[in-house]
Structures are given as structure tokens and as C-alpha cells.
């Protein structure tokens, strides 16, 4: 074998550059042209605009009133659900506690009292709207008092139970 001579030999890639890899210029050649670089960049004027941001919830100002009419919707949808059921379990709750059976002697008993006490309370209620300018009465039946006054061409009407006072003013006319 004969010797190659020194136009035969190609140089590898680590050789060629010392050892070094990269583009082969020297280490700090790059720094000018990132300074320039940087400065050119500086010196350009930035544009911006303004952020626009539109609301999209009817909640907060925004124009989609279909989504809140829809979960306005679905909540009374859910709170009548669950009130229907809450009534229907008071009422098997009721029927289950209420296991007497009245006799139907009771319920002709029962009924005659309903009727004397609706016309009772049709006489009183006659009477009253019946009052003439200056009249005033009262009236006490099974714990409730009902006292009225007809004056200056109003009747004003208070009733009292154990459960609270209610109180009408009916213009007469008169």
C-alpha cells in the first residue's frame, strides 16, 4: 500500500473546525448581530389595542336571555316536583294515621252541624252587610269574635281567631 498524499485525505467535520462544533466562526461573532438584532427590534413601535370583552351571561349585563330563562325554568320545574312530592307523602302520611272509619250516624251528625253552622254564619254575614250608616256590633261563636262598623260610608269588619285577625273595608255607598 503506498502512502496517501495529503490531497486524498478529506477532512471529517470535527477536524476541519478544531474539534468544535457549530457554524466554524469564532465564539463571540454572534454577539454583534444579536445586539443589532435586539436594537432593531427595540426601536420598531408597538401596536396594541384595547381588550374587548363581551358578557355572555344574562346574569352579569350579557344578551343570552335564553340560557337564564331555561335554568329559571328547570329550578321551578325542580321546586314543583319536589313540593308535589313532599304533599303527596304528607297526605299518605295523613291517611295512613287517620285509620278510623266514621260511622255513617257520624257523618249525617257531622253534616247537619256543617249546614247549621253555614247558615248561622249566612245570617251573621247578612246582618252585617245589611248595617245601616252608624251601626256597629259584635259577634263571639266557638272562640272567634267578628266585630263590625259601618261609619262614614265604610264598613270595616274585623274578625279574630285563634289563628290571627283579618280585617275588611267595604265601601257602602251610603
Given at each position: 500500500?503506498?502512502?496517501?498524499?495529503?490531497?486524498?485525505?478529506?477532512?471529517?467535520?470535527?477536524?476541519?473546525?478544531?474539534?468544535?462544533?457549530?457554524?466554524?466562526?469564532?465564539?463571540?461573532?454572534?454577539?454583534?448581530?444579536?445586539?443589532?438584532?435586539?436594537?432593531?427590534?427595540?426601536?420598531?413601535?408597538?401596536?396594541?389595542?384595547?381588550?374587548?370583552?363581551?358578557?355572555?351571561?344574562?346574569?352579569?349585563g350579557?344578551?343570552?336571555?335564553?340560557?337564564?330563562?331555561?335554568?329559571?325554568?328547570?329550578?321551578?320545574?325542580?321546586?314543583?316536583?319536589?313540593?308535589?312530592?313532599?304533599?303527596?307523602?304528607?297526605?299518605?302520611?295523613?291517611?295512613?294515621?287517620?285509620?278510623?272509619?266514621?260511622?255513617?250516624?257520624?257523618?249525617?251528625?257531622?253534616?247537619?252541624?256543617?249546614?247549621?253552622?253555614?247558615?248561622?254564619?249566612?245570617?251573621?254575614?247578612?246582618?252585617?252587610?245589611?248595617?245601616?250608616?252608624?251601626?256597629?256590633?259584635?259577634?263571639?261563636?266557638?272562640?272567634?269574635?267578628?266585630?263590625?262598623?259601618n261609619?262614614?260610608?265604610?264598613?270595616?269588619?274585623?274578625?279574630?281567631?285563634?289563628?290571627?285577625?283579618?280585617?275588611?273595608s267595604?265601601?257602602?255607598?251610603?
Amino acid at each position: 500500500m503506498s502512502p496517501q498524499s495529503s490531497a486524498d485525505v478529506k477532512p471529517t467535520p470535527a477536524t476541519s473546525r478544531g474539534g468544535r462544533r457549530g457554524c466554524g466562526c469564532p465564539r463571540n461573532r454572534h454577539v454583534p448581530l444579536l445586539a443589532v438584532t435586539l436594537a432593531c427590534l427595540a426601536a420598531m413601535p408597538a401596536h396594541a389595542t384595547d381588550l374587548v370583552y363581551v358578557l355572555q351571561s344574562p346574569s352579569f349585563g350579557g344578551s343570552n336571555d335564553t340560557a337564564l330563562s331555561r335554568a329559571q325554568l328547570e329550578k321551578s320545574l325542580v321546586q314543583s316536583r319536589d313540593a308535589a312530592r313532599e304533599a303527596a307523602a304528607k297526605a299518605a302520611a295523613a291517611a295512613a294515621t287517620s285509620t278510623t272509619t266514621t260511622s255513617p250516624s257520624q257523618t249525617f251528625v257531622n253534616t247537619v252541624t256543617a249546614q247549621i253552622t253555614a247558615l248561622v254564619a249566612r245570617s251573621i254575614a247578612d246582618k252585617i252587610a245589611g248595617s245601616k250608616d252608624g251601626d256597629a256590633g259584635t259577634v263571639v261563636a266557638n272562640g272567634a269574635t267578628i266585630t263590625y262598623v259601618n261609619a262614614d260610608g265604610q264598613l270595616n269588619v274585623t274578625m279574630t281567631t285563634a289563628e290571627g285577625t283579618t280585617t275588611l273595608s267595604i265601601p257602602t255607598g251610603q
